[in-house]
C-alpha cells in the first residue's frame, strides 16, 4: 500500500511513489517534475543539514520579478494563454503582459528561471508564428541585461565609480 508524504518543495502531499527519488540515504517523493527538478538542482534548500533546518522547511521565499520586452507585442488571445500557461506552473506567483512587456513574480525556491525559459519555449511552439524564438530572445536578453548590471560598480557616496 502507498504511503503518502510531503514534497519537500511544494509541501502538497502526494503518494509516495510520485516522482521518487533517493537522496542521502531519504526517500523523497514529488507532485510534479517540476518539483522534483528543483529538489535535486539544490537538496539541501529543502531538506538541510542534520541540526538546521532548510530554508524552505522554514517556510522561506525568494520572490523574484523579471520582466521580458518582446519584439512584437502578442494579442489578447496570445496574452492570456502566456499568461493561464505561466500560472499553471508551481511557484509562479503573478504574471502581468502589457503590449511588448511580459512581468512575473516568481519563488526561485518552487520554480528557477531555467524552467521558466522552458515553459516559454513551449508555450511560444503552441503559439506558432514564430512565439518560439521571440520569448526565447525576451529570456536571453532580459538574462544578459541582470548580468551586466551585475557588473556595474556601486555607489559610494552619491558618486558612481567606474572599473
Not at 510520485?18 to 542521502?24: G, K, L, N, P, R
Not at 522534483?36 to 538542482?41: P, S, V, W
Not at 534548500?45 to 532548510?54: E, S
Not at 528557477?112 to 525576451?138: P, V, Y
Request: glycine share 6%; net charge negative; hydrophobic share 40%.
Amino acid at each position: 500500500m502507498n504511503e503518502i508524504v510531503k514534497d519537500p518543495v511544494c509541501h502538497m502531499e502526494v503518494l509516495e511513489t510520485s516522482f521518487a527519488t533517493e537522496y542521502a540515504g531519504g526517500h523523497y517523493a514529488f507532485c510534479s517534475a517540476q518539483c522534483k527538478e528543483r529538489f535535486l538542482a539544490s537538496p539541501h534548500l529543502y531538506v538541510g543539514f542534520p541540526g538546521r533546518p532548510a530554508p524552505a522547511q522554514e517556510g522561506k521565499e525568494v520572490i523574484k520579478r523579471r520582466r521580458l520586452f518582446l519584439s512584437a507585442p502578442l494579442d489578447a488571445g496570445q496574452a492570456e494563454q502566456v499568461k493561464r500557461a505561466l500560472l499553471e506552473m508551481m511557484g509562479i506567483h503573478e504574471v502581468s503582459i502589457e503590449e511588448d512587456k511580459i512581468e512575473i513574480q516568481y519563488d526561485l525556491i518552487k520554480v528557477t528561471a531555467e524552467q521558466i525559459a522552458d515553459k516559454l519555449a513551449l508555450i511560444g511552439a503552441e503559439l506558432g508564428e514564430g512565439w518560439m524564438d521571440r520569448l526565447k530572445l525576451a529570456f536571453i536578453n532580459n538574462l544578459e541585461e541582470i548580468e551586466i548590471n551585475s557588473l556595474e560598480v556601486e555607489k559610494r557616496d552619491g558618486f558612481h565609480y567606474p572599473l
